[in-house]
């Protein structure tokens, strides 16, 4: 079955330190990888999105992510985290075949300490 | 403001009801979507329209049933055959398949809670 795995349920770490989020796809072909990240009490947000081109992206909050085609990954990363980056994250792939549909891992809950 | 509007935030119904969630946007995106998600689980896709007067089932469409007469509108019916209906309900939409998609945009979600 395609799939999309998300390697940590739960990440806890201090403020200051780096953050790196592991996602892997299942897909063969062409795909669109999206980060999005839902803050206690909010809706789900779109932290940045890979389409084509530059394999390393950039988006809100200082965040990045890495997509690496050979191993199927498309990893979140930050220098170095805030308290208000305690959220939990999910990694989403699409294709355009399937009509932009959007498969999502299970997601990644961030807890920063201050 | 342009965005996605669901209500309501909270709903209770007995089991054995059927209940109707709302989701109205005024993005005049073409595509709109259901998500279930329960915690570990992510988001799972129910049911999701490409363009009006059409929709497709996602990957756990049983007990649920949609409708989409209008563009703006993409309202999720939980029926009493859906086995374990106590969920947080996200809708969300985009450009659709045609203008191709920047990413969604979610509405705030409801949380349905049978007793």
């Known amino acids: 079955a395609q799939s999309v795995s998300q390697h940590n349920h739960h990440v806890i770490l201090s403020e200051a330190a780096s953050l790196e989020l592991g996602c892997n796809y299942s897909?063969?072909?062409?795909?669109?990888l999206f980060w999005y990240v839902q803050y206690p009490g909010q809706h789900l947000q779109l932290l940045l999105k890979?389409?084509?081109?530059?394999?390393l992206v950039k988006g809100i909050k200082g965040f990045e992510a890495e997509f690496i085609k050979s191993k199927f990954s498309f990893n979140l990363r930050k220098p170095s985290v805030q308290w208000s980056d305690t959220a939990e994250y999910f990694c989403?792939?699409?294709?355009?075949?399937?009509?932009?549909?959007?498969?999502f891992g299970g997601g990644t809950r961030v807890l920063v300490k201050p | 403001d342009g965005g996605i509007t669901q209500s309501p935030k909270y709903l209770f119904r007995k089991e054995g009801q059927n209940v109707t969630l709302s989701c109205e946007q005024n993005?005049?995106?073409?595509?709109m979507y259901w998500y279930r998600q329960d915690p570990g689980q992510g988001l799972r896709l129910i049911y999701y329209?490409?363009?009006?007067?059409?929709?497709q089932k996602g990957d756990i469409a049983e007990g649920y049933s949609v409708s989409r007469e209008k563009k703006e509108s993409f309202p999720l019916t939980v029926t009493s055959a859906q086995k374990n209906p106590t969920a947080f309900y996200l809708c969300?939409?985009?450009?659709?398949?045609?203008?191709?998609?920047?990413?969604?945009?979610f509405g705030s979600g409801t949380r349905l809670t049978v007793v």
């Open positions: 989403a792939v699409g294709r355009a075949a399937a009509g932009n549909k959007l498969t």
């Open positions: 897909y063969g072909g062409t795909v669109n």
């Open positions: 890979y389409f084509s081109g530059d394999p």
């Open positions: 993005l005049n995106h073409d595509a």
């Open positions: 329209s490409q363009i009006v007067n059409d929709f």
């Open positions: 969300a939409s985009d450009r659709g398949w045609l203008e191709g998609s920047h990413g969604y945009t």
